[in-house]
């Protein structure tokens, strides 16, 4: 069975210090990966996802995740956040080939800090 | 366009009783996914649904069910509330049902006391 484990429950930084949120995965099989960003009361957002190709995938807001198949690992990294980056992140797989159900680890709550 | 909505945005539920949750997926999408978000926790699969028919059940017990109407749109219902059940439920759309394309509503926040 697919597991997803977000190693950070908590990441507190600084307003434009560089982050990682750290994401490992177990799966049989070949997957896609997902980071998903919440906000306060609100829903998911995608903000980037590896499907094939460029293990680098980079978000339109700044936001980069490698994936590393040997290590079995989709961390996100930003080089500098800001206060609005404050969140909840949430890491996710899925089987290739179109399975129905995304399968995501517990969160790591991101507070940037002036 | 109008993203994935979802209705009602809170309700407060008695244990015992039960509950229909609501969903519209974005226009032209033919898929809707149920998952459940307990505080403090990713959100766990429920169900999902794709042209009307069943493609995929979480490990939810019987209480839990769900069905897609011919607009797509969808309903959760969860029979015999318990407390446990108290969590944000969100829907996702798709356009063909696969899960690299998803969006998701802003849920629906059920409060079983």
């Known amino acids: 069975a697919q597991s997803v484990t977000q190693l950070d429950s908590q990441v507190p930084v600084f307003e434009e210090a560089p982050v990682e949120l750290r994401c490992n995965y177990s799966?049989?099989?070949?997957?896609?990966l997902f980071w998903y960003v919440q906000y306060p009361n609100q829903g998911l957002q995608l903000l980037l996802k590896?499907?094939?190709?460029?293990?680098l995938v980079e978000s339109i807001n700044g936001f980069e995740a490698e994936f590393n198949k040997s290590q079995t690992s989709f961390h996100l990294r930003k080089p500098s956040v800001h206060i609005s980056d404050t969140a909840e992140y949430f890491c996710?797989?899925?089987?290739?080939?179109?399975?129905?159900?995304?399968?995501f680890g517990k969160g790591t709550k991101l507070t940037v800090n002036p | 366009d109008a993203g994935v909505t979802q209705s009602p945005t809170h309700l407060i539920k008695t244990r015992g009783q039960h509950v229909t949750l609501r969903c519209s997926p974005i226009s032209g999408h033919k898929s809707v996914s149920w998952y459940q978000q307990v505080l403090g926790q990713g959100p766990q699969f429920i169900f999902q649904?794709?042209?009307?028919?069943?493609?995929g059940r979480g490990n939810f017990p019987d209480r839990f069910s769900a069905r897609q109407f011919p607009n797509y749109s969808s309903e959760l219902n969860v029979n015999a509330l318990l407390l446990g059940d108290s969590a944000l439920y969100l829907c996702a759309s798709s356009l063909a049902g696969l899960n690299t394309e998803a969006f998701f509503g802003q849920g629906t926040r059920l409060t079983v006391v």
């Open positions: 649904y794709y042209e009307k028919e069943e493609r």
């Open positions: 996710a797989v899925s089987e290739g080939g179109g399975s129905e159900k995304l399968v």
């Open positions: 799966s049989s099989v070949s997957v896609y």
């Open positions: 590896y499907l094939s190709g460029s293990t």
